[in-house]
């Protein structure tokens, strides 16, 4: 399997632009985590899904965020309009709930975006 | 609620010296424990996990043992290499629930 795959890698752009974040998770994995790292706050947990569902959005820092699951392969993360204080690095996650074990999380390598 | 506490970074160790890096937790009954790592310019990846008191986690060296009596994870290393250079995260997994919480992180710089 390919891992978690990302998309773009890098992004730069200006303050108030659209910015869409992109995500493939592991085939079969039912969760989806989205996570913001910064040096200031360090790693946050953003939103995560199951089967597709928003199950927990409490980390989402306000309404310009937004992140859907179309399908069980593809999730994006939306920020309009992007702010400055939005630059970070943006991680997907996912993870197996069946089978019990400790359901590791999977991470893609991240997306570092910049805003001018 | 559940939260993760770690030593601060960054942590500087000459190759083959031994590391520790605390980490303790608080968290109402039993939740899994883990250390993740990253590596520059990568995502997390699990380094090794204890899933019930008195577990002791193991990984390419790294040893780390679920103390419920003083609610730590302490992973230690008998000694380090310059590409053991990362940043470390402890974080926990209540059960009943799939959200994790990380800790905020400690980067290690190994020096050859």
């Known amino acids: 399997d390919a891992g978690v795959i990302q998309s773009p890698r890098h992004e730069v752009t200006e303050m108030g632009q659209e910015v869409t974040l992109r995500c493939k998770p592991i085939?079969?994995?039912?969760?989806l985590f989205w996570y913001r790292q910064t040096m200031m706050r360090g790693l946050e947990l953003l939103i995560y899904?199951?089967?597709?569902?928003?199950?927990?959005d409490s980390g989402m820092p306000e309404d310009r965020f937004s992140a859907k699951m179309p399908n069980a392969s593809f999730s994006t993360l939306k920020i309009q309009p992007s702010e400055p204080r939005d630059s970070a690095v943006y991680f997907c996650?996912?993870?197996?709930?069946?089978?019990?074990?400790?359901?590791?999380?999977?991470f893609g390598p991240g997306t570092r975006l910049t805003v001018l | 609620g559940n939260s993760v506490t770690q030593m601060e970074g960054p942590v500087t160790l000459s190759e083959e010296a031994f590391l520790t890096i605390n980490c303790t937790y608080t968290?109402?009954?039993?939740?899994?424990l883990f250390w993740y790592v990253q590596y520059p310019g990568e995502g997390l990846q699990l380094l090794l996990k204890?899933?019930?008191?008195?577990d002791k986690g193991s990984n390419k060296g790294f040893e780390a043992t679920y103390r419920k009596e003083t609610t730590s994870f302490h992973l230690e290393k008998g000694s380090v290499q310059v590409s053991d250079s990362a940043v470390y995260f402890c974080?926990?997994?209540?059960?009943?629930?799939?959200?994790?919480?990380f800790g905020t992180g400690t980067r290690l710089k190994v020096l050859a």
């Open positions: 996650a996912s993870s197996l709930s069946a089978g019990g074990g400790y359901n590791e999380q999977f």
């Open positions: 085939s079969g994995h039912d969760y």
């Open positions: 899904f199951n089967n597709n569902v928003p199950i927990d």
């Open positions: 968290a109402t009954g039993y939740p899994s």
């Open positions: 204890a899933t019930k008191a008195d």
């Open positions: 974080a926990l997994r209540h059960s009943g629930t799939y959200k994790y919480i």
